[in-house]
């Protein structure tokens, strides 16, 4: 690996201090790597640019609603006649 500078960074704002810390917990990662993430990505050299994130939040917290389970088989009902020429 390549040898790697390090960094003191003075005077942080709480708001972005709490923004980052919530961002690693979200995460499941370090404060240390979402710092990096956000300095690679000011610095134009992220490894891979993120694309289309603002949903990820929402994977994984699908809850059963049989109400909605009814709308969506609705939905989905295809009626042949709609196709007849």
């Known amino acids: 690996m390549a040898k790697a500078a390090q960094y003191t960074i003075r005077n942080v704002p709480m708001s972005v201090d709490r923004a980052l810390r919530r961002k690693a917990a979200e995460r499941k990662v370090s404060l240390n790597a ?49 196709w007849d020429d």
Do not use: M
């Not at 690679?40 to 909605?68: M, N, Q, Y």
């Open 34 to 82: 979402v710092v990096l993430r956000a300095l690679e990505a000011e610095a134009g050299v992220a490894p891979t640019p993120r694309a289309h994130h603002d949903l990820d939040s929402f994977f994984g917290t699908w809850i059963a609603d049989p109400k909605v389970d009814r709308a969506l088989k609705d939905q989905r009902r295809v009626d042949p006649a709609d």
